[in-house]
Nanobody, 115 residues
C-alpha cells in the first residue's frame, strides 16, 4: 500500500517562499513519475510540476522560474521549492505518484499567500 504525506504548507506573505515535502511509505524508485498538483476553491486540480524517475522535470508555465521540484531517493521524499509566491498560488497542494498499476495521492496541504 502506498501512502503519501505532504507537509510544509502554511500562510506566507506575497513574495515569500515555502518548501513542500511529500514523504512516501517505502522507496520512491518504484514510481516512474511523481508530481505536485494544486486546486484552488472552485477550480480544477492542475499539475504544477513533475519529475520522472530519470530526474527530468517539467513545470507549468505559471510557475516557471519560481518553483522547483526535486527528489531525494534516500529519504523517499519529493520536494517543491516555491519562491516569489503570490495570491494566485493560494491552493491546496497535492502530491501524486504514478506506477504502472495506477496513481496515488496524498491528502493535500494548504498554501495561503496573503498579507
Amino acid at each position: 500500500q502506498v501512502q503519501l504525506v505532504e507537509s510544509g504548507g502554511g500562510l506566507v506573505q506575497p513574495g515569500g517562499s515555502l518548501r513542500l515535502s511529500c514523504a512516501a511509505s517505502g522507496s520512491i524508485l518504484r514510481f516512474y513519475f511523481m508530481g505536485w498538483y494544486r486546486q484552488a476553491p472552485g477550480k480544477q486540480r492542475d499539475m504544477v510540476a513533475g519529475i520522472l524517475s530519470d530526474g527530468s522535470t517539467n513545470c507549468a508555465d505559471s510557475v516557471k522560474g519560481r518553483f522547483t521540484i526535486s527528489r531525494d531517493n534516500a529519504k523517499n521524499t519529493v520536494y517543491l521549492q516555491m519562491n516569489s509566491l503570490n495570491a494566485e498560488d493560494t491552493a491546496v497542494y497535492y502530491c501524486k505518484a504514478r506506477t504502472y498499476a495506477g496513481d496515488y495521492w496524498g491528502q493535500g496541504t494548504q498554501v495561503t499567500v496573503s498579507s
